[in-house]
């Protein structure tokens, strides 16, 4: 069973703009997809239809086999990382990575469980008292990665997760993202630009241009390059 199913995905804006065209896609579990192409070409806008975050216009999407269209964001499964953070500045990173819990009334001595559990994963054990104005961008987004791991989510999103970040700290963090997906054993969306991010972090690549998939296929097959 195919853990994320997008059958004739479209998105029309309000203004009449048609910006994501019958997209398809049957994603297995735990794969890792990387979607690629220009600016505008419908990356952002496909990600946030699979969260809720913004409307189907038409087509199905289902996560496992239940059709999600009219899901929810917090009913789906799903948890979203973005390039922005979105911290609370006024919180400490155990408040911050506890919060949604705190909202979905998980009870406190589990939510200590999970938070401690995601911290230690994430390397910010001794950060957990911190405000985010006293870390570094690394560890901010670490926090932000923290806060989507707490809710063991069956799907993560990423948008561009690393496009903040100095170059030194993104291979850094390009390897701690692929060693998440391998510990979590969860299925992942990733959209970036960055080449070298895209070929080695993803088991598969969706290449998109104006709103239309253009290819998917395998970084080997995609890029060419031996082994
Ligand atoms: P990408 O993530 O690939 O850069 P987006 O999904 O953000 O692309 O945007 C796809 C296209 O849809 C762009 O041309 C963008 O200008 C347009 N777009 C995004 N949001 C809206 C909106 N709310 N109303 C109208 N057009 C939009
Ligand atoms: P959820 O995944 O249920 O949205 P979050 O902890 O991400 O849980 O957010 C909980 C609520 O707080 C949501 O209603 C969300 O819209 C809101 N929220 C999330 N991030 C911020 C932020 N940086 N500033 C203000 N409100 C936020």
């Known amino acids: 069973m195919a853990s994320?199913?997008?059958q004739h995905i479209n998105k029309t804006y309000p203004n009449g703009f048609e910006a994501v065209k019958d997209f398809n896609l049957e994603i297995e579990d735990k794969e890792f997809i990387i979607f690629v192409g220009p600016s505008g070409c419908g990356k952002s806008t496909t990600l946030r239809m699979v969260a809720g975050l913004e409307e189907i216009t038409s087509g199905v999407l289902k996560i496992g086999d239940r059709v999600v269209n009219d899901v929810e964001p917090k009913d789906r499964d799903i948890a979203m990382v973005f390039q922005n953070y979105a911290l609370y500045p006024h919180m400490t990173v155990y408040d911050n990575m506890a919060f949604g819990l705190k909202l979905r009334k998980v009870p406190k001595?589990?939510?200590d469980?999970?938070?401690?559990?995601?911290a230690k994963i994430l390397d910010l054990d001794k950060l957990l008292d911190r405000k985010p104005k006293a870390l570094s961008g690394g560890q901010r987004q670490r926090v932000a990665m923290g806060r989507a791991i707490v809710?063991?989510?069956k799907v993560f999103l990423m948008d561009e997760p690393l496009s903040n970040l100095d170059?030194?700290?993104r291979v850094q963090m390009r390897i701690e993202i692929s060693k998440l997906h391998q510990r979590l054993g969860a299925t992942i969306i990733y959209v970036t630009?960055?080449?070298t991010e895209a070929m080695t972090l993803g088991t598969r690549i969706v290449v998109m241009k104006d709103g239309v998939v253009q290819q998917?296929?395998?970084p080997q097959n995609l890029y060419n390059y031996p082994d």
């Open 167 to 169: 170059a030194k700290l």
């Open 113 to 118: 469980k999970m938070v401690k559990e995601a």
């Open 216 to 218: 998917v296929d395998t």
């Open 151 to 153: 809710r063991d989510p």
């Open 109 to 111: 001595d589990q939510i």
């Open 193 to 195: 630009h960055d080449q």
């Open 4 to 6: 994320l199913s997008l």
